[in-house]
């Protein structure tokens, strides 16, 4: 099992290392639409103040842009009954990691969910209190559930699983050789199925290619 190590931002997430992607995961989407609270007082038909008081009991997740706090619209979405948004590459590719940790977590249940457990307590015990106890606090409860429980986290694409696995307890579950395998077949399957997502060029054969930032 790998060590598990822990770097903070302002938002308070918790950015659990070691694993993931080359060392790190990190609490924010790229591409992520960040509304105003104002912008989100307005979606859900209710006061500023309202929306603040949601951020602060942790019930809204928010990151800090400055000294302003800025709502995720999928967070926005799920609140109001919408179905998921589509995932960006820094979501899905954490969805198909979290993927891969279902056969180990049916083949040995009492390993993963109990290495998940001892990262959560040990995070907890340093965290007592903001977004990053908060995020902690929903797994446990994840955990607590059981097996199902946690492997409906695991693949939904629900905003609260993708919020979950965006701060996940799983560091050291997979083997390096498991993750790295996964990846690459992460990137293929994104140029592929998101190919349309591309910039076209036209070469000089005249046929056109699709080009995808990696």
Known sequence: MGAVGWSGH?????????WWETGWVSGRGE??????????????????????DLCTRGELAFVWVGRHRRVARSAVDGVLGRGPSPLTRDQERSLWLHRALLASLVADPDEVLGLARANVARLLEL???GMAAHWL?????VLDGGVDAVADM?????ALAVELRQNSPFAGALSQ?????????FTRHWHTEHAAGGRRRRPAGGVNVVSVDA
């Not at 606090?137 to 409860?141: A, G, I, L, N």
């Not at 695991?154 to 629900?158: E, F, I, Q, V």
Request: proline share 0%; hydrophobic share 35%; with cysteine.
């Open 137 to 141: 606090v929903q797994w446990e409860r």
């Open 154 to 158: 695991l693949t939904s694409r629900s």
């Open 10 to 18: 302002r938002d308070g997430r918790c950015v659990f290392g070691g």
């Open 177 to 185: 050789e498991t993750r790295a395998k996964v990846l690459a077949a």
């Open 127 to 129: 965290h007592k209190g």
């Open 31 to 52: 591409g992520a639409e960040l509304l105003s609270t104002g912008e989100a007082a307005r979606l859900l038909g209710s006061s500023r103040q309202h929306v603040v």
